[in-house]
């Protein structure tokens, strides 16, 4: 894809929304979904379990390295739960993660929506823009296939 | 689209590294030149190096018994492409997921499910 078709289907919709089956019930994945230690099974692991109202943190679990951090707005146990959520080279800006589990026969249904990412390209890169010395190589971005 | 972005949003996830790396969209340095602009040894350098190259994100030649590092800016179009990448990375954390629950299962019942 081009960065232009990019672009222009980025203006349309930046929602991303995805939708897994997952053999167990609602209350295992949820446990996988906010213990800290189940979270390191497939994500990163967190500093501590996730909690309504507080801020979480996944690191690598190599070193240690901040990877995706933010606050669990809400959390229904093993119905819905909300993330502010960002990774490091967003410096800082928030995107939302909801998380929705449904009963379904043999186990959970699991929706993932992930919404509030920037409208466009530029404005993706816009901290780096921001940041000194960046225009060049984004007009440079703009050429490539 | 590279299979792992992870290690180029490592790379840029550095303040420092992302210093060398203009500079190096200026003009391929040496290890011993990019040192010149920072204050760190040359092996604190050389790490961030060794990081950014991981990323993709530079290209290393050698010059005669030097390397000489330059930027490779096709690496960076994924990372300004947030959507492709969060699309990947939520297909690839689900994966896991997938996998780590049905692990999680079949120990739970001794038998797995599929």
Known sequence: MTLDATMTELSLDTTIRKSVFLAAPKARVWDFLTKADLLGNWFHPADADLTEGEGYMLRSQKDGDKMCWGKVEEAKPHDYMKWTFTVGPMEGAMTTVEWHLHEAPGGTRLSLVHSGLPKNVDAFGLVMALDKGWHGFLSNLHGME | ?114
Request: glycine fraction near 6%; charged fraction near 30%.
């Open chain 2, 1 to 114: 689209m590279p299979p792992n972005l992870q290690p180029v949003f490592r790379a840029l996830g550095d303040p420092t590294r992302r210093d060398i790396l203009r500079m190096l969209g200026q003009e391929p340095m040496t290890i011993a030149e990019v040192s010149e602009h920072f204050d760190m040894t040359r092996a604190a350098v050389k790490k961030h190096l060794v990081m950014l190259s991981d990323g993709g994100l530079i290209d290393v030649k050698p010059r005669g018994r030097e390397k000489v590092n330059s930027l490779n800016a096709a690496a960076l179009k994924p990372v300004f492409d947030w959507l492709s990448w969060f699309d990947k990375f939520w297909d690839d954390r689900l994966d896991a997921l997938k996998t780590a629950i049905e692990k999680d299962q079949s120990h739970d019942t001794g038998r797995h499910n599929d």
